[in-house]
């Protein structure tokens, strides 16, 4: 009896957790989705509609339509910015102006004194709304970020990569994902200190930066491991990119001075590949780990690593044997 009511219990708790997950409308993301061609259309959708509302409850005798118009001016400030917003609300002053007009040929003081009330009300309600949008943005932009190097961070790298590899599945592509984490590391933490440490770790998320296309992504999946998806055109070889990305890392590490390196391991995602980003992920993995019990310093493309002596991948300033920690 008690194991039938247990059970009873957790089949009330899935059924209440499946139905918090339903996802909820979110205006937000809605008018982010839009286009500023359909933001637009919208918004002078909404303008014929409320002036139109506004002319026939006017000569109804209703004279409190007017806030309605707020609703364009928040979507064009949420859109556009405060200027925009503004704009609009200028826009909707002419329109009150011209339906008084319209029904009673002038405008008296009150009226006057009324619109300008209500442009001050706009204004306000634009500036709320301009200033909650720039606190929207960059809480949105840190929790995608990695507090320390700006990087993505491991969760944002996860989302990002899961629609890399639906686009270049679609679009029949291959994608090139590196996995990699520093070898030395944690003796600078122990030597120098974890502020030391702190600007490695940034110093090598800055110059990565500049070895990727803006397309791509790159992110810090915890302590020192990072993690590069790549879209590779027709043009570049898996071996080449990844050369390429191990030396430009390696060159990043050798600039801060504390003689860190860092080991790679990586695997091509092709076309039609039923593999998913975790499996992937984990290939990847357990690549790098096979380089750093066995040479560090190097990189393992898709299992098969690459020669002994690839000194004449670096520059000439890292020319030393850098499968060797």
């Known amino acids: 009896m008690r194991g039938a009511l247990t059970a009873l219990r957790k089949d009330h708790r899935s059924q209440q957790s499946d139905h918090l997950e339903v996802p909820l409308f979110s205006p937000e993301q809605w008018l982010d989705s839009l286009t500023p061609v359909a933001v637009w259309r919208l918004l002078i959708l909404s303008l014929i509609c409320i002036a139109s509302l506004d002319w026939l409850f006017q000569v109804s005798g209703i004279h409190h339509v007017g806030s309605l118009y707020m609703l364009p001016v928040c979507i064009a400030c949420w859109c556009f910015g405060f200027k925009t917003g503004m704009g609009i609300a200028i826009a909707e002053i002419i329109l009150s102006v011209v ?12 009226a006057i004194v009324e619109l ?22 960059r809480e949105r ?99 080449e990119v990844t050369s390429q990305l191990h030396v430009g890392f390696t060159a990043a590490l050798e600039n801060t001075g504390h003689g860190v390196t860092c080991s790679m391991g990586a695997v091509v995602a092709f076309p039609g590949d039923s593999a998913s980003l975790h499996e992937l992920m984990r290939h990847a993995d357990q690549l790098m780990y096979a380089v750093k019990r066995d040479t560090k310093a190097g990189f ?26």
């Open 300 to 325: 393992s493309l898709a299992g098969h690593a690459p020669p002994c002596d690839f000194e004449s991948l670096l520059p000439p300033k890292l020319q030393r044997c850098s499968h060797h920690s």
């Open 141 to 239: 932009l840190l929790a995608r970020r990695d507090w320390m190097t700006g990087i993505l961070n491991r969760q944002e790298f996860q989302r990002q990569a899961e629609a890399m590899l639906a686009s270049a599945t679609a679009r029949n592509r291959s994608l090139l994902l590196a996995y990699f984490d520093l070898d030395g590391f944690k003796a600078v933490n122990d030597r120098f200190g974890h502020q030391t440490g702190d600007q490695l770790l940034q110093c090598l998320a800055e110059q990565g930066k500049s070895l990727i296309g803006l397309e791509d992504c790159f992110g810090r999946m915890g302590g020192d491991e990072f993690a590069v998806l790549i879209e590779l055109t027709k043009t570049e070889g898996a071996l």
């Open 99 to 110: 339906t008084l007009l319209g029904l009673s040929g002038h405008l008296d003081t009150s």
């Open 116 to 137: 300008v009330i209500q442009l001050i009300k706009f204004g306000c309600a634009a500036a709320v709304v301009t200033r909650f949008r720039q606190s929207f943005d």
